[in-house]
């Protein structure tokens, strides 16, 4: 009986072959959503591991950020560049989850994680959201929480203000341009907590200090910072 749904499977396979959104190879009946060629070989960056990281330097002398990583380094080309592209622009949500899970197993146990209450996703605003439908700052924390047991809120920070694209401004403009537009809405809910804030590619880091300052107007609260993507473009 067992060979008759392998078979059929196969001919699901062949008719509807899912794709690993890595490097567009088909994937094997034993894969889920990244090959396993993609899985190995994706640049880690081990940042978890290295204090005083080049993602940890980003924030020195912006906001009080406890410890900062990323997965993986973001490059021209590179598989991860793929994998998030298509988890933002095609509708790839499982990608972002599956890599959720693969970055909260290097994060589990390490002391990094040391004393984290509460995963906080940088939220979409809600216009945003409608149109992609998903966050995907938020199925990247689902996948960490889902190996980590650390828990997500996506209702304490919320996004106000829909901010252009940032590509051409200075750092002191985005600043500007970032600064307030996030709100925290359960203050209380968060006093005497360490939040981590997850974001999808983590850039000049202007989106994730936004959001930082404005958790950080809390008393005794701690912020770290866990991105899938450092981008070196
Ligand atoms: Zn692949």
Request: contains cysteine.
């Amino acid at each position: 009986m067992n060979y008759l749904y392998d078979l059929w499977d196969d001919l699901i396979s062949l008719l509807f072959p899912r794709l690993c959104h890595g490097c567009g190879n088909q994937l094997l009946r034993n894969e889920k959503v990244i090959c396993t060629e993609c899985f190995v070989v994706i640049p880690r960056t081990n940042f978890h591991l290295i204090p005083d990281n080049p993602v940890e330097k980003l924030f020195w002398g912006r906001c009080p950020v406890e410890r900062a990583a990323a997965f993986s380094y973001y490059t021209r080309d590179s598989r991860i560049r793929r994998m998030i592209h298509h988890l933002k622009y095609n509708g790839a949500a499982e990608t972002g989850t599956e890599l959720g899970r693969i970055y909260g197993n290097s994060l589990k146990n390490t002391v990094f994680l040391d004393g984290i209450d509460l995963i906080v996703p940088v939220p979409l605003h809600p216009s945003k959201l409608r149109r992609r439908g998903y966050n995907q700052s938020e199925l990247i924390s689902k996948g960490i929480s889902e190996s980590t047991g650390i828990p997500v809120s996506t209702d304490i920070l919320k996004r106000i203000t829909v901010t252009s694209t940032q590509t051409r401004k200075s750092r002191y403009d985005r600043w500007i341009n970032v600064n307030d537009i996030f709100r925290i809405y359960d203050r209380e809910g968060i006093v005497g907590k360490h939040i981590l804030i997850v974001d999808d590619v983590i850039t000049t880091g202007s989106t994730i200090e936004a959001c930082a300052s404005e958790i950080l107007k809390t008393d005794h609260v701690k912020v770290s910072v866990a991105a899938l993507a450092y981008s070196v473009i």
